[in-house]
């Protein structure tokens, strides 16, 4: 009964994490160009004067993102349970990551949502002092700036997750290959960001956000389902 009521709330929390992967590829395929990657990306002052004008969107963007990374420390608890028999030392390494990783995806989005649109109204209507300190000061809004733990160890425990369950035969072989390229789509992702091409991102959000990574979660879904009912049949170990 405990491995059916895991693997049914894994299938619930994976299929809402494709949902908000889908919100966030969609949302920031619409930014305003000056909004693409934030201030990583964009001088302060126009990432600044954009937000102030138009908050909505980039505002749902990062809500949707901390939403997804809340149900995404069940889904890396649900694999860990999975995958627990096959490998249980790299499993349970590889599980912390992901933990870490949508936990401080979580944190920084949140902490965006809060604080963006205070800072650009603040910014619009402060002295050149004032603007001058906040764009010199603008890689402390973000906890993880370039993105090294959200997306960089969501995308090894991905990758590892993916490997550790096609290599014992636990999942069919296109998931596996699949998981592999939702893995590096999340690599992608943060080279886009070090190397500060806005292109990069949008294939990287296009491709990762919008297809790939949504198809693997709700797939994902599918075989935690699977994977606790038969747990719980008669006989079953």
Known sequence: MENEKSGRFGYVCAILLAISYVIVGLTYLFLPADQKGGTMLHDPEKFLASMNQAPALITIHHLA?????????????????????????????ASGLGLLGFAVTAIDNFKIVANEPVRAARYISGDPVMKSIMKATDYLVSVDPQMWLGYGLVGFWALAGSWILWRNKAVPRVFGILGIAVGLSYFFVEIGTVIRSEIWLTVAAAAGAVIVGPVWY????MILRKWGRARCRPGAE
């Open 218 to 221: 709700v797939w994902l879904a």
């Open 65 to 93: 993102f901390g939403l997804g990374a809340l149900v995404g420390l069940a889904v890396v608890l649900a694999v860990f349970d999975l995958a627990r028999d096959y490998h249980k030392a790299a499993v349970r390494w």
